[in-house]
């Protein structure tokens, strides 16, 4: 059900009504398009993923638990920009960079070069967004870098994030210090996800039990490690704070975190991030290409909105997104353009007509701007942050796995998997720069021809599809 003004009503086939700004459309919630209760209620829960980004910031900086969250919260605020500014996809993080993120910025040895760092490269991301989607040349780059180089980057991040410290690393704080709530936590949250059993289950009966608990994606495998990780021990019991909401800590975070305070990166910071910022967008543009394809098909639905998916805003909601952070909150999740377990979720309730969801801006703008508020809400906070580790080691888990089997499929041919795993293990151990280097060093002397006539084709505007790898 939608709460809305009479101003948020459209005639059937046209676009949810706006205030045109350029390439941006306004759209501000009540008055162009109606709060949808269901998507509230499941961002009152769904929150809690968003704030696994706690720990992380907590472990490379050594931040209170107070600065990190105020980190969080302005990060998830820069999310509503998306509905309000005319882009019907939920964003997230860029989350298979995450585990390069943290194991790159642990290489800076002091806090203040770990700032540094962070700082340029979401600066960077921003300015690869801004540059890549204005110019159109973004689609260029992904026909460009080769399709096994690709698959390596993306394997790469899933064994960092399985190797790492919130997940199986043997001196790590993931399953080390929580082993049950991780193991049947996992084990559930990958059933519901990526089990044939389960989504024939759900196939037979798109409204059943087990299709609602699938919308929820993630979230249940969480709720379910939090409540084993209750029973056992291995997690403790909330504590709860008097008050009803978070009062941010602006002025630690402004003086100590931002470019203003911790200062402009020095130059050879701003050099040794280049990698990382490249391997990110790159990930992140693939994040893109899905995120239009999950709306655009839900739209076939829907003949009653006419959605406008325009990828050149996209970018620059992305880097005007990494612009604010980078500068005023920097975060170790970077800003991206896609949270694919939700903007499914929306999508699929949008799918069962405008009884169900009026617009798609109602669904998404909802979910994206409760999310945010919960942040600030003091007992729910209280209730989820003694079991933040475990929300990251299983978000990471899962990452790892999706990762693995998308660059799999990239694939084509034994070779194109000998070089995405060489360049995978050397990206999860050496870092971006050594990852990059090696990829490419394997594309040329392995499929020389292949991929000097894909980097030509990119150039061209031609797809690649057809001049990728071929067996050596």
Known sequence: MAIMLPTAQRKDGEEQPYIPLGIFKLRLPFVHWGVEISEVLQ??????????????????FGMSFEVALTIVCFHELTYCLHQILGDPVIPGWISPALPLMVTFLTTFSSVGDRIHALIATQLLVGVLFFILGITGVAQKLLEIVPRPLQAGIILGSGISAVIGKYCFSPTGTGFNNYPFSITIGGLFALYILYSSGFHEKVAENPRSFFARVANYGIMPGIGIGIIVGWIVGEIPLPQFQPGLFFVPHVSTVFNTYSIFGAGMPPLDIWLKVIPMAVVAYIIAFGDMIIGRTVVMEANNFRPDEEIDCDANRLNLLCAIRNFLEGSIAPTVTLAGPLWAAMTISVSERYKLGKKAMHSIFGGAGSFNIM??????????????????????????????FACTYIAMRMAKSDTDLGIAGITGGALAVGGPAMGLAVGLALCFVLQGKETIASIKNGCNGK??????SESA
């Open 463 to 468: 797809s690649s599809e057809d001049s990728c």
């Open 371 to 400: 999310k945010f508020l919960s942040c600030l809400i003091l007992p729910l906070v209280c209730i989820f942050k003694p079991a933040l580790p475990v929300a990251l080691s299983l978000t990471l888990t899962i990452q790892g």
């Open 43 to 60: 961002a009152m829960v769904m929150f809690v993923s968003g704030m696994g980004a706690i720990a992380a910031l907590q472990d490379v």
